[in-house]
């Protein structure tokens, strides 16, 4: 697992017109940049990357977030692997925890909250009524 400090680090040393720009041509419009969007087709740009907010923004199909979301969308990744992509891209090293996680724990108790459910749901006459 990829430690927090480290994803809060990356994101704030990237450039998201650099990482956009990777991928599609940006050009200058003002104080931010447009294209034609990657996610649906169109012939007038309605895609706009913002360089001080740092995030981006489809005016025709409504896609918008950071620079981590959009190598997630573009490329069809999980959010680890984008992470990952955007750190390969820049030679940065992230930091990974050990052992397990809080999500693994608590996958672990839904699921045995789930097989007592099904054990259980015969035992109820309402249940098996409705």
Sequence with gaps: M????????????IDIVDVIGHYIELKKTGANYKACCPFHGEKTPSFVVSPSKQIYHCFGCGAGGDSIKFVMEFEKLSYPDAIEK????????LAYTQGSSDY???????????????????????????
């Design 2 to 13: 990829i430690d927090n400090t480290s994803i809060e680090s990356l994101k704030a040393s």
């Design 104 to 130: 693994s724990d608590t996958k672990r108790v839904l699921e045995a909250m789930e097989k007592w459910y099904i054990k259980n749901l015969d035992r109820n006459p309402t249940a098996t009524k409705y």
């Design 86 to 93: 955007v750190a390969s891209m820049y030679n940065f090293s």
